[in-house]
């Protein structure tokens, strides 16, 4: 198991991206989370096997159809055990 986190740019909110996120994570037993940034990006944390995780970094650079994927940067992180895959919806600091 291991853990990465995802900053996505480009063309990443409104069109649904958070919620495609979701469904790809699940559908793949990926678990962590998403969420919007205040400065137009997407982050995501993500826990799974490595050749599940090089399969989803592969989908967000492509993302849904209506965004369009600029950059995607990726980092290892500490492992948390998340339970499952989750959106956040909001950022409390906003």
């Not at 989370?33 to 205040?38: A, T």
């Not at 650079?61 to 965004?67: A, N, Q, R, V």
Request: net charge negative.
């Amino acid at each position: 198991m291991k853990h990465i986190d995802i900053k996505v740019t480009g063309k990443v909110q409104g069109v649904f991206f958070r919620a495609s996120t979701k469904a790809v994570a699940d559908q793949m037993g990926i678990r962590g989370f998403v969420k919007n940034e205040k400065d137009g990006s997407v982050y995501i944390e993500a826990e799974a096997e490595q050749f599940i995780l090089d399969a989803f970094i592969d989908w967000c650079k492509e993302g849904p159809d209506k965004s369009a994927v600029e950059n995607v940067a990726v980092s290892d992180g500490t492992l948390k055990d998340f339970r499952n895959f989750e959106v956040v919806k909001k950022n409390l600091l906003w």
